[in-house]
């Protein structure tokens, strides 16, 4: 009920100043008193659910009068929200068969109504809507993004592209960043139905919307390992590591494995010590510790682990350092120590990896798309003693 509340505060608001404004030109006006008590007979109805017919409940308004539509407008998006769809459409509809509708109220109408259609999963009438707006030169640029996010949720890639396009035009605004993501997942698509000759194609056509999609980037790297091209996926990931450094976690596996292919020893020990110079998110650390394990043996492993979990301590590393304690410790000591790396691994399996910079989403995987809001490349590594 509270949350009703506060949905319905801008209805009220809205209906509130049109019946000051016409109780000051009207007085005791029949009419008026008429509309007062439809309007709050209406809202009584709404807060008990009792409203049958959402295109009744301002029958008496004057149809033609631009605040009495917003009126309507608001209370079909409130019966959106509270997941009423099919109240917000026939409330909607009956406010576009209303006569005398000017084409501003009208066009306001139609996109609300292509929304309801959105939500109600009726995704062709909502995109002949959209598409109609966007014809006639109304409410444009609020129809293409509404219809660029419905071909997102279809996966429809190649409309998406399309319709980004016309959404740079109309906002004037580049929308390339999306397009490359839109080429990325036609890749993955592509690998997916079995079709994987056509993925580096169209992650090049990514790079050149965005030259430096990481994205792109980590996939071409990945090809190009796979075809022992060892030179081509290092370059690819420094393109990485220079312009999405917060990235370093996912690519660090492959970084590594792209200089141990090379067979080219300075290269790995000149990156090694790059990496120990820096701060660096636990996945980093924690790989590199096992690369110089494998290469140059324990002592300088555990020389570097420590140096590291210093510099930039996390309660992952304090983990793997109690485990490490565990396995030297003495046989009385060896339970209390036990205790305490189980605690920290429930500890830390309850930590999130990831945070969408937008709305908050957390998550254990990297999201190109924010699962939560749809926002793209907002998911981050989270950065600090519970995270990286």
């Not at 060892?230 to 420094?238: K, P, Q, V």
């Not at 210093?310 to 046989?331: F, N």
């Amino acid at each position: 009920m509270l949350n009703l509340l506060w949905l319905l505060l801008p209805v009220a608001a809205a209906a509130g100043w049109f019946a000051g404004r016409n109780g000051a030109v009207s007085g005791s006006n029949d009419a008026y008193w008429k509309y007062t008590s439809n309007f709050h007979k209406g809202l009584s109805q709404l807060f008990n659910d009792r409203q049958a017919n959402p295109s009744e409940l301002f029958e008496n308004l004057e149809d033609s009068d631009r605040d009495t539509a917003d009126t309507h407008l608001a209370l079909g998006n409130l019966y959106r929200r509270r997941g009423e769809v099919d109240k917000a459409i026939l409330l909607h509809e009956s406010l576009l068969a209303k006569p005398e509708l000017g084409d501003e109220v009208a066009a306001a109408a139609r996109y609300e109504l292509a929304r309801d259609y959105d939500s109600a999963g009726l995704l062709d009438r909502s995109e002949t809507i959209f598409r109609e707006l966007i014809d006639r030169g109304q409410r444009v640029e609020d129809a293409t993004t509404s219809l660029l996010q419905l071909h997102e949720r279809e996966r429809d890639w190649s409309a998406a592209i399309e319709v980004a396009s016309q959404l740079a035009k109309v906002s004037g605004e580049p929308r390339n960043d999306l397009v490359a993501h839109y080429l990325c997942e036609m890749a993955v698509q592509a690998e997916k139905d079995g079709y994987a000759d056509q993925a580096p194609e169209l992650l090049h056509k990514a790079l050149k919307e965005n030259e430096s999609c990481a994205r792109a980037h980590m996939a071409l790297a990945t090809i190009a390992i796979a075809q022992g091209d060892s030179n081509t996926a290092i370059n690819h990931l420094d393109r990485v590591e220079t312009h999405r450094p917060e990235l370093m976690p996912e690519i660090i596996q492959g970084r590594f494995k792209a200089l141990i292919q090379s067979d080219d020893k300075n290269a790995l020990q000149e990156f090694i010590k790059r990496i120990q110079s820096q701060r660096n998110a636990y996945s980093v650390i924690r790989t590199t510790r096992g690369v110089i394990e494998e290469h140059y043996g324990h002592e300088p492993a555990d020389k570097f682990f420590k140096e590291q979990i210093l510099k930039r301590p996390s309660l992952k590393g304090l983990r793997d350092w109690a485990q490490d304690q565990l396995e030297l410790s003495k046989p009385g000591e060896r339970d209390k120590v036990a205790v305490i790396c189980s605690m920290l691994d429930q500890v830390v399996e309850d930590k999130p990896t990831y945070q969408c910079e937008h709305c908050g989403f957390r998550g254990n995987v990297l999201h190109w798309r924010c699962p939560s809001c749809g926002t793209w490349d907002s998911v981050q590594p989270i950065i600090g003693v519970e995270g990286e």
